[in-house]
């Protein structure tokens, strides 16, 4: 009888556990959205009159679709900006940051990410609309963690 609710007091300690652990999660992930934004904003300012045509993903973006446009949108400015130096840069490593992809990892089933356009397959838009759709992408995936 001992083992048997020590046990159930096993399993109760292990799902608090897992439940904290998920909302401290979507919090830090959160968090590095905010970062994310911030300092998308600060380069966009300096990048945005750019004539670059860069493949841009679409704006009302699939949930299982998250991840592989942030993706692209990391391809896109390691490709055509110099993410080597300044803002450029920290924009570049937030983006590659695990929370970040936590923070935009929405999809539930994991071999759907088959059906999301390559990124070479997507539109060429100017540099304004480029960094408009990644903000847009990213104040979507903060207003859903802050939601849940």
């Known amino acids: 009888m001992k083992l048997v609710v020590f046990c159930l007091f096993a399993v109760y300690c292990c799902s608090l556990a897992n439940t904290a652990t998920r909302e401290v999660d979507r ?4 968090k590095k959205l905010q970062e994310v934004l911030k300092q998308l904003n600060a380069v966009k300012l300096s990048l945005q009159q750019s004539e670059k045509m860069l493949n841009t993903p679409p704006k009302n973006i699939e949930d299982c679709c998250c991840l592989s446009a942030l993706k692209c949108y990391r391809f896109n400015l390691e490709v055509h900006f110099n993410v080597r130096e300044g803002k450029q840069r920290q924009l570049f490593r937030s983006l590659n940051n695990p929370f970040t992809e936590r ?3 929405f999809c539930n089933s994991p071999n759907v990410n088959s ?3 390559d990124c070479d397959s997507h539109p060429r838009q100017n540099a304004t609309e480029f960094y408009n759709r990644l903000e847009s992408l990213i104040q979507m995936a903060i207003s859903r963690l802050t939601m849940i």
């Not at 919090?27 to 959160?30: G, K, P, S, Y």
């Open 27 to 30: 919090t830090l992930a959160r």
């Open 103 to 105: 923070g935009l990892n």
């Open 115 to 117: 059906t999301c356009q």
